[in-house]
């Protein structure tokens, strides 16, 4: 190869290599740095809807829907505040948004009855991105902005964090106490539905298992006659310990219809309350 012709192709190569180096700096640069320029957005955080949660009180509050309306710029929360039997607690409920936590703002009481509520959050921005909904228990008729700090912390019960990006958009023009009282009554049914189909679900599944030991114990039983008497003695044993656990799946069987009659009962009073609070 002439002399001339090598010198172009190591430039073209060196040439090539600079090339791809300058690459590999241009994106790194640009992925290393782009989080100066790009703002990560924040994780969701929210309560789930419909989860019981129990306090460390013996109380359990369980969040049945959030919905936010853009025009009256106000939040409306429903919730179930379970009271342990026996407890006295005063329920006070503030509410925070994430970029204050320490200032707390006050929150209306749209319903209470029977342990469910109706929380009204006025004044709230549309760009307020994430808040919390804090409620206390307290055993004293102090205020509650009269408390010490540390008196606050140990009425704090919990919170329930509602994210902007995944809340329901709703029209609050009605605070009428049926209204509300058919949501809790719906929410109830629904859940009730849900465990009346786990409930049949499990009796299912619980006769199945006791065919199947029927089954099994016939065939044991059947090949009794063709077997010595060592095998005899060790086959019976077996379907002594199939016929006791035929017994044990049967009781757990009677309590899980009496569950489905219960629930199936539950369920019918509630489809009726719910046609009487329509009319």
């Known amino acids: 190869m002439r002399p001339k012709m090598r010198r172009r192709l190591t430039q073209n190569v060196s040439r090539l290599y600079l090339g791809l180096g300058v690459f590999f700096v241009i994106g790194f ?46 939040m409306r929360v429903r919730l179930t505040l379970d009271e342990a039997p026996g407890n006295t607690n005063n329920h006070v409920f503030r509410y925070v948004y994430k970029a204050r936590p320490d200032s707390e703002k006050e929150v209306d009481l749209l319903y209470d009855r029977n342990d469910q509520y109706v929380l009204e959050l006025a004044d709230v921005p549309n760009d307020f991105e994430q808040l919390a909904v804090r409620i206390y228990g307290l055993n004293t008729s102090q205020p509650l902005d009269e408390l010490t700090p540390e008196e606050r ?6 919170s329930l964090y509602a994210d902007r990006r995944t809340i329901e958009q709703a029209n609050h023009t009605s605070s009428d106490e049926t209204i509300f009282t058919r949501l809790f009554v719906e929410d109830e049914l629904t859940e009730t539905e849900r465990q009346l189909e786990t409930a049949q ?20 039983e059947d090949e009794l006659p063709y077997l010595s008497l060592d095998e005899q003695v060790e086959q019976e044993n077996e379907i002594f310990d199939i016929g006791r656990k ?20 539950k369920h019918d009073k509630l489809r009726v309350r719910l046609r009487e609070l329509s009319i």
């Open 201 to 220: 679900q499990s009796v299912e599944a619980q006769r199945q298992q006791i065919k199947r030991l029927d089954r099994n114990k016939e065939e044991l």
């Open 29 to 74: 640069l640009f992925f290393g740095t782009s989080s100066f320029f790009f703002a990560e957005e924040a994780p969701v955080n929210e309560t789930p809807i419909n989860e019981a949660v129990r306090l460390s009180n013996g109380e359990t509050v369980t969040l049945h829907a959030w919905s936010y309306d853009t025009e009256k710029r106000t």
């Open 153 to 158: 912390e140990d009425g704090l019960l919990t």
């Open 246 to 265: 035929r017994d044990e799946l049967t009781l757990e069987l009677e309590k899980l219809e009496q569950s489905v009659v219960a629930l199936e009962e």
